[in-house]
């Protein structure tokens, strides 16, 4: 399951209005404000991140925890999470349980009582059953959630894969595309394996270098035996090798224009991601001078991405 809450922590970090809709609908009073990394302090009591949001202009703070299976034992967990959270920070504190695969599950607590001899005490939480939301997805709705759709359909593994691509090739923003391609990789190897996932994510396994948690996702799936080290290194050399053509492919175009580049400058291609080197692959024609080049690296690659 840790791989999935990574997964769907990194979703939620991403796209947040998506998860509120999901628990308030597109018609929410609630508007969202930032996310923030609450401090809790009790023993073996980790807080996750929250997301602050404003209501008729009070601010409160929603927490999401997922679960694949009904677990009823860790919701007081939950509860104490929100109200040490509540207590700490003097605001409203709502906690909503995302639970991402039905399975054969009849019941999906979102409660629990304490009753001694007829006196109890009740707290009840929240609850998303996400594949009540499939048919958004697919949709294009919330096209955003489409790593998560191996957990909800029942297609087969290429047809649920190129669903999932399709969904996310809408998406316009490169970095969030590779985040979130990335992500389905990780929920689906879980769902259909490793080998038939990375053969066929092969034709976007370039754009997961820009990806926030791939690599890491990588070597730690290495490390614990579930990922052999072929595989591992066939994925990371095919990213590098695509990388290093494109880096290659600039300075060829840069040298042909300005001469040989002084070694700062080499430096600086040599440490640019891909997202960074496609940004200069854009402008690099409209380039009239090796000064208009070292003043765009030294001075206007912040504004660009590529600090």
Not at 132 to 148: M, N, T, V, W, Y
Not at 175 to 181: A, F, P
Not at 237 to 262: D, P, W, Y
Not at 264 to 288: C, H, P, T, W, Y
Request: with cysteine; proline share 4%; charged share 25%.
């Amino acid at each position: 399951m840790q791989d999935l809450d990574n997964a769907f922590k990194t979703a939620l970090t991403l796209q947040p209005n998506c998860w509120l809709d999901l628990l308030f609908t597109k018609e929410r009073n609630v508007v969202f404000k930032e996310i923030t990394d609450p401090q809790i302090n009790l023993p073996e009591l980790r807080g996750d991140k929250a997301l602050v949001v404003e209501e008729d202009g009070e601010v409160c703070y929603i927490m999401f925890e997922a679960m694949l299976r009904p677990e009823p034992e860790k919701l007081p967990t939950f509860a104490l999470k929100a109200l040490g959270m509540q207590y700490i920070q003097k605001r409203r504190v709502l906690v909503a349980i995302v639970y991402l695969e039905k399975g054969r599950y009849a019941s999906f607590p979102a409660g629990f009582e304490n009753r001694v001899d007829g006196v109890a005490n009740q707290y009840q939480l929240s609850k998303i059953l996400l594949w009540e939301h499939k048919d958004r997805i697919l949709s294009g709705e919330l096209k955003e959630l489409a790593p998560f759709l191996a957990l909800l359909d029942e297609q087969s593994a290429p047809a649920i894969m190129d669903t999932q691509k399709g969904l996310l090739n809408q998406i316009s923003d490169p970095k969030l595309q590779s985040d979130l391609l990335a992500i389905a990789m990780v929920v689906d190897a879980r769902v259909f394996g490793y080998d038939l996932v990375f053969e066929k994510f092969k034709k976007e396994v370039n754009m997961l270098k820009e990806s926030s948690f791939v690599q890491d996702w990588l070597d730690e799936k290495y490390r614990e035996g579930e990922l052999n080290g072929e595989l591992k290194g066939e994925i990371k050399g095919e990213i590098k090798g695509k990388i290093e053509g494109k880096r290659l492919l600039l300075q060829s175009i840069l040298t042909q224009k300005f001469g040989n580049l002084a070694p700062e400058l080499l430096l600086k291609l040599q440490l640019s991601s891909n997202e960074q080197l496609d940004r200069l692959g854009a402008i690099v024609l409209s380039l009239n001078s090796i000064d208009e080049l070292q003043a765009w690296l030294s001075n206007g690659a912040a504004e660009h991405g590529m600090n």
